[in-house]
C-alpha cells in the first residue's frame, strides 16, 4: 500500500482535510472520493480522518495513493525484453522497443506487450498507467505511473513545460525551410480505421521541426510535439512532403530500408510529482535508425 504524507504548516493551522487533499496534494474530486470509502484511505496522526476534520499545525496527513482496486483484466504475462531506464516507488520510465504496443488490442493480439513484459517481470497483478503512449513501431522513452494518482499528476503536465518529450525520425526528403513549426489540425480519415489526416475541423495540432543532417535523399529531424494527437508526428511530416522512412501507413513501405516508421522518442524530461526533482532521460537512437544517418 503506497502513502504519500503531508505535514501541516502554520499557515495551513484550521483547514480542513478536503483543503490539504485537493490544493497541496492535488487529489482529483474522483480520487478523494475513493479515498473516504477506501480503508485507511485518509489518516491524521495514524488516526482514521474524515474530509471535513480541521487539521493544525504539524499534524502529518497520510493518503493512500496506490490503486484502490484492481483491473477487471489482468494482462497476460510475457517474457518480451523492457529496458527500464528509472524506476522509484511511484514511475518508471522505459525504453520501449519497436514491435511492442502498452496494452494488447483486438486488432494486434499477438503482439508483445508493455502490460505483459512488467506482468512477467513483476506478477500479473502489477499495476501501472502509461503516460506517454508510443505507438507500435516507435522506439523510445515511455513514463509509466505506479498510480491512479501519479497517472493524473503527470497527465495534468503532459502538454506542458512540465512534460518535455523530444523525439528523433528519419524522413524521405528534407524539409524545407529546415526548421519551422507545423500548425496543422488532425482528424480521423474516414476511409480508415486507423488512418490520420489533416483536416480543417479536426484538433488543434502543433510540431515544431529541426533538420539534424541529410544523406542519399533523407534527413535526421529534430521533433518537438507541442500537442498530442494520435500519429501526430508521422502525419505532419506527410504533411509538408517529408514521410518517415518506412512509414507504411502515411508514407511508403520499405523493408530493405527499415521495417517501422523510423520514429524514436528521444529525450524525456519532468518534474517529480511527489518529490519535486527535476528528472531528464535520453536514449540513443536505435540501430536500424542509426544506419540510415
Same mark, same amino acid.
Given at each position: 500500500?503506497e502513502?504519500?504524507?503531508?505535514?501541516?504548516?502554520?499557515?495551513?493551522d484550521?483547514?480542513?482535510?478536503?483543503?490539504?487533499?485537493?490544493?497541496?496534494?492535488?487529489?482529483?474530486?474522483?480520487?478523494?472520493?475513493?479515498?473516504?470509502?477506501?480503508?485507511n484511505g485518509?489518516r491524521? @496522526?495514524g488516526?482514521?480522518?474524515?474530509?471535513?476534520?480541521p487539521?493544525?499545525?504539524?499534524?502529518?496527513?497520510?493518503?493512500?495513493?496506490?490503486?484502490?482496486?484492481?483491473?477487471?483484466?489482468?494482462?497476460?504475462p510475457?517474457?518480451?525484453?523492457?529496458?527500464?531506464?528509472?524506476e522509484?516507488?511511484?514511475?518508471?520510465?522505459?525504453?520501449?522497443?519497436a514491435? $511492442?504496443?502498452?496494452?494488447?488490442?483486438n486488432?494486434l493480439p499477438?503482439?508483445?506487450?508493455?502490460?505483459?513484459a512488467l506482468a512477467?517481470?513483476?506478477?500479473?497483478?502489477?499495476?501501472?498507467?502509461?503516460? @506517454?503512449?508510443?505507438?507500435?513501431?516507435?522506439?523510445?522513452l $515511455?513514463?509509466?505511473?505506479?498510480?491512479?494518482?501519479i497517472?493524473d499528476?503527470?497527465?495534468?503536465?503532459?502538454?506542458?513545460?512540465?512534460f518535455?518529450?523530444?523525439?528523433?525520425?528519419?524522413?524521405v526528403?528534407?524539409p524545407?525551410?529546415?526548421?519551422?513549426?507545423?500548425?496543422?489540425?488532425?482528424?480521423?480519415d474516414?476511409?480508415?480505421?486507423?488512418?490520420?489526416?489533416?483536416?480543417?475541423?479536426?484538433?488543434r495540432a502543433?510540431?515544431?521541426?529541426?533538420?539534424l543532417?541529410?544523406r542519399?535523399?533523407?534527413?535526421?529531424?529534430?521533433?518537438?510535439p507541442?500537442t498530442?494527437?494520435?500519429?501526430?508526428?508521422?502525419?505532419? $511530416?506527410?504533411?509538408?512532403?517529408?514521410?518517415?522512412?518506412?512509414?507504411?501507413?502515411?508514407?511508403t513501405?520499405?523493408p530493405?530500408?527499415?521495417?517501422?516508421p523510423a520514429?524514436?522518442?528521444?529525450?524525456?524530461a519532468?518534474?517529480?510529482?511527489?518529490?519535486?526533482?527535476h528528472?531528464?532521460?535520453t536514449?540513443?537512437?536505435?540501430?536500424?535508425?542509426?544506419?540510415?544517418?
Amino acid at each position: 500500500m503506497e502513502v504519500i504524507t503531508y505535514t501541516v504548516t502554520p499557515e495551513e493551522d484550521g483547514v480542513c482535510v478536503r483543503h490539504i487533499l485537493k490544493a497541496k496534494l492535488h487529489f482529483s474530486t474522483h480520487a478523494v472520493a475513493r479515498l473516504t470509502r477506501a480503508e485507511n484511505g485518509i489518516r491524521v @496522526n495514524g488516526i482514521h480522518a474524515r474530509t471535513v476534520d480541521p487539521v493544525h499545525t504539524g499534524d502529518v496527513v497520510a493518503v493512500r495513493s496506490d490503486d484502490l482496486r484492481l483491473p477487471k483484466l489482468l494482462p497476460t504475462p510475457g517474457n518480451w525484453p523492457l529496458p527500464i531506464v528509472y524506476e522509484d516507488e511511484h514511475l518508471l520510465i522505459l525504453n520501449k522497443p519497436a514491435g $511492442m504496443t502498452a496494452h494488447a488490442s483486438n486488432f494486434l493480439p499477438d503482439t508483445p506487450t508493455v502490460a505483459g513484459a512488467l506482468a512477467y517481470q513483476r506478477g500479473p497483478d502489477f499495476i501501472f498507467h502509461v503516460v @506517454n503512449r508510443l505507438d507500435k513501431g516507435t522506439t523510445g522513452l $515511455m513514463a509509466v505511473a505506479k498510480s491512479g494518482y501519479i497517472h493524473d499528476r503527470l497527465r495534468r503536465t503532459l502538454h506542458s513545460d512540465g512534460f518535455y518529450r523530444e523525439y528523433r525520425a528519419v524522413c524521405v526528403g528534407c524539409p524545407k525551410p529546415p526548421a519551422g513549426t507545423i500548425d496543422a489540425p488532425i482528424g480521423r480519415d474516414e476511409t480508415s480505421a486507423v488512418r490520420r489526416m489533416v483536416r480543417s475541423d479536426g484538433q488543434r495540432a502543433v510540431s515544431h521541426y529541426e533538420v539534424l543532417s541529410q544523406r542519399d535523399g533523407l534527413s535526421f529531424v529534430k521533433l518537438q510535439p507541442e500537442t498530442g494527437r494520435t500519429h501526430q508526428l508521422r502525419v505532419h $511530416m506527410a504533411h509538408i512532403g517529408c514521410p518517415l522512412a518506412g512509414d507504411w501507413l502515411y508514407g511508403t513501405e520499405d523493408p530493405d530500408l527499415i521495417l517501422r516508421p523510423a520514429l524514436h522518442a528521444y529525450a524525456l524530461a519532468l518534474t517529480h510529482p511527489v518529490t519535486g526533482t527535476h528528472l531528464y532521460f535520453t536514449a540513443p537512437v536505435p540501430a536500424d535508425m542509426e544506419k540510415l544517418i
